[in-house]
């Protein structure tokens, strides 16, 4: 019953590196998500894909990257990373994209990302 | 510009009253919200949604009522127990068109702790 599987869980970087976020789902969903959660903001979307071979950018996208590897993967990247992305990330999957009716996400259990 | 609002950033309440948490929105293309629930260091979690079509859902002690003229929803959760303690947050998408389809936009979270 893993679900939605976040590496790593918690990560220190110096302003100026890069590191990529992984993300995996084991429930064969086609949607995938990737969320940052600051306080007072709730959740922000940052990359989505509807489907295999397809991305989007969501509310926030600047600074990132993301791929779509396969089915079951989606990775975040941040190529510089800077102080304003400290941040906790969220990877999200659903069975189809979200708003048909009875199609919720779901989460992993956060990457916590500190830039100093 | 925040879509969906929690105006409330706390709510207490005591073991066995009724707990309710509101959200509003502002754009009205959405049609389907969902309510997530997020305890510390964990990925948020699933609770209930509503569609646009109706304007009340239960599951168990959980009940989301959704009022579209005023835009506005809210969760009841009755009688409140204190493992219910945790970061709730509204969400939403819109199923057809614009920019907000297939994305979840969430509001701001609202902190519940139900004493003993």
């Known amino acids: 019953n893993a679900g939605v599987t976040q590496t790593p869980k918690f990560q220190v970087l110096k302003t100026g590196q890069s590191m990529t976020l992984q993300c995996a789902q084991d429930m064969n969903h086609n949607s995938m998500y990737w969320y940052r959660q600051d306080p007072g903001m709730g959740l922000r979307l940052i990359y989505y894909?509807?489907?295999?071979?397809?991305?989007d950018k969501g509310e926030v996208p600047n600074g990132y990257n993301v791929s779509r590897l396969n089915k079951r993967e989606f990775s975040l990247r941040l190529e510089s990373a800077a102080p304003s992305q400290t941040s906790v990330y969220f990877c999200a999957s659903s069975e189809a994209v979200v708003g048909h009716q009875g199609t919720e996400a779901f989460f992993g259990q956060g990457t916590r990302l500190t830039v100093v | 510009d925040q879509q969906v609002k929690q105006n409330s950033p706390s709510l207490s309440v005591q073991e066995g009253r009724i707990s309710i948490l509101n959200c509003d929105y502002t754009n009205s293309m959405f049609d389907y919200f969902l309510w997530y629930k997020k305890y510390p260091a964990e990925g948020p979690t699933f609770l209930i949604s509503?569609?646009?079509?109706?304007d009340k859902n239960e599951d168990g002690r959980f009940t989301v009522f959704l009022n579209k003229s005023a835009k506005h929803l809210s969760l009841h959760i009755v009688p409140s127990q204190p493992g219910d303690s945790a970061v709730y947050f509204c969400a939403a998408s819109a199923r057809a068109g614009g920019t907000s389809y297939g994305k979840l936009t969430f509001g701001q979270g609202t902190i519940l702790t139900v004493h003993p």
């Open positions: 509503i569609s646009s079509i109706k």
């Open positions: 894909s509807a489907s295999e071979g397809t991305t």
